[in-house]
């Protein structure tokens, strides 16, 4: 079974560009989950894509987008980068059910750095 | 809003010295808790999970109780290792699927 991937590993960009970032989720899954974790900080939520929709989004401007594909894997893409957009990109993906409470499982993350 | 408030760090031990790591949560409803483990350079790892009151969670000499009275689920182990240094988060999961997590607390063991 093969867990959650990401690419790329670190990525380096100026201010004003636009970023994609990229997610395999775990083969069975129909979830995906994008945080941001600044350093010394907890993740903090995004947005949720389940079945191709936006499942709920956390307090992040539109700048900030994302897909999920047929396949489940998906993209989040950032906009006009900004210095503070500096971060580390965390996906989980997760098979929901009804019942909710569902087990989230990490990638290593993207290691974003904004110049 | 769901909120997670735990034990500012760092927190520095020696091998052997038992753990306790503090985590409290406001939410509405009965959410599932976690503890998440970040060694340096990594993503996230699930360490233990309740899902209701009274529930123990328990993982590599790992524990946390759900307490529903005092809204907490600390983490505790008795004895560490070396190799237990690492970011800990405790985090809660409501009914809308999303994670919300503490802010980490550092735990470093020395020799």
């Known amino acids: 079974e093969t867990g959650v991937t990401q690419s790329p590993t670190h990525l380096i960009k100026t201010r004003g560009q636009q970023v994609t970032l990229r997610c395999s989720s775990q083969?069975?899954?129909?979830?995906v989950s994008w945080y941001q974790q600044a350093l010394g900080q907890g993740p903090q939520f995004i947005f949720q894509y389940y079945r191709e929709e936006e499942n709920g989004r956390g307090n992040f401007p539109p700048r900030f987008s994302g897909l999920q594909f047929p396949n489940y894997s998906s993209e989040l893409n950032v906009n006009a980068l900004e210095l503070d957009d500096s971060a580390l990109y965390l996906c989980?993906?997760?098979?929901?059910?009804?019942?909710?409470?569902?087990?989230?499982?990490f990638g290593p993350g993207t290691r974003l750095t904004v110049l | 809003g769901n909120s997670v408030t735990q034990m500012e760090g760092p927190v520095t031990l020696s091998e052997e010295a038992f753990l306790t790591i503090n985590c409290t949560y406001t939410?509405?409803?009965?959410?599932?808790l976690f503890w998440y483990v970040q060694y340096p350079g990594e993503g996230l790892q699930l360490l233990l999970k309740?899902?209701?009151?009274?529930d123990k969670g328990s993982n590599k000499g790992f524990e946390a109780t759900y307490r529903k009275e005092t809204t907490s689920f600390h983490l505790e182990k008795g004895s560490v290792q070396v190799s237990d240094s690492a970011v800990y988060f405790c985090a809660l999961q409501g009914g809308s699927e999303k994670l919300v997590f503490g802010k980490g607390t550092k735990l470093t063991v020395n020799p």
């Open positions: 309740a899902t209701k009151a009274d």
């Open positions: 083969s069975g899954h129909n979830t």
């Open positions: 989980a993906s997760s098979y929901t059910t009804s019942g909710g409470g569902n087990e989230q499982f």
């Open positions: 939410a509405t409803g009965y959410p599932s």
